[in-house]
């Protein structure tokens, strides 16, 4: 028999490939344009809807562009299945050509493409096995092998994905040296950013780099759980090169602002006012130059009088102490002037930090950031995950914490410069939420630190939709970028694709037409080399995250917070003696001093009206005595006055008594001396009658 003689069989089978091809190729075609088509009707929609002004009418157009979207999205995501349908039809054409006996497996049916969206686009590669299918050769392959070839440890990312094929054999990797030169994760909703930052996050754990991550959708939670492997994640790993993919989970502490909740329970993260520092609290509450130099002098007054600042109330008490009380005032003017509306300004302030959750923020005991750097028994690093699910509503809270954390971390650690790896990598997730609305103090100083902490061995990542949600100042200082897709189908998305466009390097793809048609766990890299070079932009397949891409049951962190050496240490306040308790028991002292000394002004008042009362009394007493004394004496004059009147009277009665007697006497002497002499009695007798009368 010939050699080149080919029997029917193999022919049958070869025009069924080509068939089974012929048709996945019209499917996948037919799927492109019903996706281009959904899209221009979606970009028309949205375009009527931003020159509508009837609700209802807006309403509508609404509903029609996010179908319209979907089904871009799906019809996209169905082209990638058909075409990797029909790569998987080639494989099975080239392995039949190579042996001619082999029996050639079948075609994946249409049915294929029933699960999700997501699920599809990110799996594009057929559940073959993929080592017999080599890529096509591409210049620009050698080029990001090239770009992307390092002599120093690193991070990997995924494989180079170029024109839909996967190259597992060019692995996409970050130097860990070059991680404190920042970066950004940004791509649209639903692209993968989470799952490349839970990616991220695992490797730099296994390299020992500690962690550190803002949870604010609540979904990072599976890091500290192993994956769950199935059959079509082991092909989706193989395909990709992720021969090491293992079911892991890695060391997680539960971190939580200020207290632990049901909801959010960990460890608590709390720092004193004192500690955050006059500048750095007057930046967060977005205080002016005037109002800065008086939080300074408050604080300075504070140190005088080792009064310790530890939460907001302290502030709060010595504020009002200051500028409300005379004593206050008083000490006040020995170190400068707070005026009144300056004071006001800085206690509305105050006030709304704490609403937002700065009540429980500022606080003892006082978190210490060195928790931050730590390192499991087997080596890798602890990922810290702080559950911020409430962000939006506490933007001063955040802001203040952002500040509060680099600036500490700043301040202790040593300079290192560019280390071989890293001393801690930050995570900071919907980084728009951070910088919507912030104070130009705050942004100052987020620039000011991402410019200076990579010295101290530090990298931070930001992860947002668009690069312009970061501001330029800040944009620039970030050296390596992920970027998934972007979807623009308004003009606001096409202006913002350019625009992110614009900050990639000059690169042999279109970015463009790339960027918004990625799938999902697809992004295009680019970082800075060992040299602080730009490298090649890499279209990249990620790979798949080896712990649980999703949340935990909640049961499972509080046990895990449970056992936590930190929840111990961390999760019961304190409440020393501080300036509140210390100003409201001098308030209190002052206040005893005051009622004691009314007490004894009144006392001695008392005693000084009794004194007088007595005294008055005494002398209406006296007076009483005297004129006591008075009648007394007048009584006796007159007792004495009567006597003598009386005696008086009764001498003058005797004597009128007797003068009567006498003259009646004298009369009856003379009558009887006359009727004596008359008669002839002698001088005797006469002598004798007059003394008998005197004498009656």
């Known amino acids: 028999m010939s050699e080149n003689f080919t029997s029917p069989a193999e022919v049958a089978r070869n025009a069924a490939q080509e068939a089974e091809l012929a048709r996945l190729r019209a499917e996948a075609a037919a799927a492109k344009l019903a996706a281009a088509e959904a899209a221009v009707k979606a970009a028309e929609l949205q375009a009527k809807l931003a020159s509508t002004t009837d609700q209802t009418e807006a309403e509508v157009l609404r509903k029609e562009a996010a179908a319209a979207d979907s089904t871009a999205v799906t019809k996209t995501d169905e082209a990638a299945a058909k ?51 080599e890529p096509p050769a591409d210049p620009r392959a050698g080029t990001i092998a090239a770009g992307y070839s390092f002599d120093t440890p690193t991070m990997p990312l995924g494989c180079a994905l170029i024109d839909g094929h996967n190259y597992p054999d060019i692995t996409i990797s970050l130097p860990l040296r070059m ?3 920042h ?27 500690p962690v550190f991550i803002t949870d604010v959708k609540g979904d990072l939670s599976g890091l500290m759980s192993p994956g769950a492997p199935s059959e079509k994640l082991q092909a989706r790993t193989t395909a990709q090169g992720q021969s090491s993919w293992q079911p892991t989970g890695y060391p997680t502490e539960f971190l939580t602002l200020g207290v632990s909740s049901e909801s959010a329970p960990g460890a608590p993260v709390r720092t004193t006012v004192q500690n955050f520092g006059a500048l750095l609290l007057s930046r967060a509450l977005g205080l002016n130059a005037t109002q800065t130099e008086a939080l300074q002098l408050i604080f300075e007054y504070c140190e005088q009088r080792t009064m310790a600042l530890d939460d907001l109330k302290d502030l709060q ?50 978190f210490d950031t060195a928790h931050f750097l730590r390192t499991a028994a087997d080596g890798r690093g602890v990922i810290s995950l702080l559950r911020m699910t409430n962000m939006s509503e506490k933007p001063a809270l955040v802001s203040a914490f952002i500040m509060w954390l680099l600036n500490d971390l700043f301040r202790t650690l040593p300079e290192v410069g560019d280390a071989d790896k890293p001393k801690l990598v930050f995570f900071f997730d919907e980084a728009h939420l951070l910088f919507e609305g912030a104070s130009k103090e705050f942004l100052a100083q987020v620039e000011q630190v991402v410019k200076l902490i990579r ?46 466009v614009s900050t990639f390097p000059v690169s042999d793809f279109d970015l463009e037409e790339l960027l918004t048609s990625l799938g999902v766990g697809e992004a295009i890299v680019t970082i800075l080399d060992e040299k602080g070079r730009p490298s090649p932009v890499a279209p990249t397949k990620l790979w798949a995250p080896q712990s649980v891409m999703g949340p935990v049951d909640n049961a499972q962190v509080k046990k895990a917070v449970e056992a936590s050496a930190l929840a111990v240490k961390y999760m019961t306040p304190e409440d020393r003696e501080s300036a509140f308790e210390k100003l409201r028991a001098e308030a209190q002292k002052r206040q005893e001093e005051a009622e004691a000394a009314a007490a004894a002004a009144a006392k001695a008042e008392a005693e000084e009206k009794a004194r007088k009362e007595a005294e008055k009394q005494a002398k209406e007493e006296e007076k ?58 002698g001088g005797k007798k006469i002598l004798g009658t007059v003394l008998k009368g005197f004498f009656k």
Not at 185 to 200: F, H, S
Not at 330 to 338: A, C, D, F, P, Y
Not at 341 to 365: N, Y
């Open 179 to 181: 991680m404190n030169r």
């Open 624 to 681: 009483r005595r005297r004129e006591e004394e008075r009648r007394r004496r007048e009584e006796e004059r007159r007792r004495r006055e009567e006597e003598r009147d009386a005696e008086r009277r009764a001498r003058t009665g005797f004597r009128g008594a007797a003068s009567k007697a006498a003259n009646s006497f004298a009369r009856s002497l003379g009558t009887q001396l006359s009727r004596e002499l008359v008669k002839d009695n």
């Open 455 to 500: 010295s101290k061995g530090v990298g931070i990542y930001f992860l947002t939709q668009t690069p312009t949600d970061i501001p330029e100042e800040v944009l620039g200082q970030l050296g390596s970028r992920v970027q998934h897709a972007l979807r623009a189908f308004t003009p606001k998305d096409a202006k913002a694709l350019r625009a992110t």
């Open 183 to 209: 970066g950004l994760v940004a791509g649209a909703t639903g692209t993968g950013k989470t799952r490349t930052l839970q990616l991220m996050a695992e490797g730099l754990s296994a390299a020992g780099v």
């Open 317 to 366: 008490e010595v504020v009002t102490f200051l500028t409300s009380t005379d004593e206050g005032k008083t000490e006040l003017n020995s170190i400068g002037g707070v005026s009144r509306p300056t004071a006001g300004v800085i206690l509305r302030s105050v006030a709304a930090l704490a609403a937002q959750g700065g009540d429980v923020f500022f606080g003892l005991p006082a």
């Open 83 to 133: 075409e990797a349908e029909g790569a998987a039809v080639e494989v099975n054409a080239a392995l039949g050509a190579a042996s001619p006996d082999a029996v050639a497996p079948p075609a994946a049916p249409a049915a294929a493409s029933d699960d999700t969206a997501e699920k599809a686009a990110e799996t594009t590669e057929p559940a073959v096995t993929p080592s017999t299918h």
